[in-house]
């Protein structure tokens, strides 16, 4: 069975940081591209950040500069670092993992939940 579970999320004041995990089971996670979506009320999910299987980080132009993705595939588990938080990045994380050959094969963790706000 696979499992994604997302922890890390919180409440936290505008300027400050969080470090998201999401820990993999059940997947050859070496092989898989991880990302990082967020939803807040009302939005569409959009995707912040991606790990390629190889390791190369994209970002989504919102974040970039402030927030950091990175892996260890010997803990099956990829990292969102996010420094310089604004209220705006209120939202559920949600982790998601994507063959990089077979992209129908894909999936998700519950979410964690972050708020900024003072």
């Known amino acids: 069975q696979v499992q994604l579970v997302e922890s890390g999320g919180g409440l936290v004041q505008p300027g400050g940081s969080l470090r998201l995990s999401c820990a993999a089971s059940?997947?050859?996670?070496?092989?898989?591209?991880m990302k990082w979506y967020r939803q807040a009320p009302g939005n569409q999910r959009e995707m912040v950040a991606r790990i390629s299987d190889g390791g190369n980080p994209n970002y989504a132009d919102s974040v970039k500069g402030r927030f950091t993705i990175s892996r260890d595939n010997a803990k099956d588990t990829v990292y969102l670092q996010m420094n310089s938080l604004k209220p705006e990045d209120t939202a559920v994380y949600s982790c998601?993992?994507?063959?990089?050959?077979?992209?129908?094969?894909?999936?998700w963790g519950q979410g964690t939940q972050v708020t900024v706000s003072s």
């Open positions: 059940g997947i050859s996670f070496r092989l898989y591209t």
């Open positions: 998601n993992a994507e063959h990089p050959r077979w992209p129908q094969i894909s999936y």
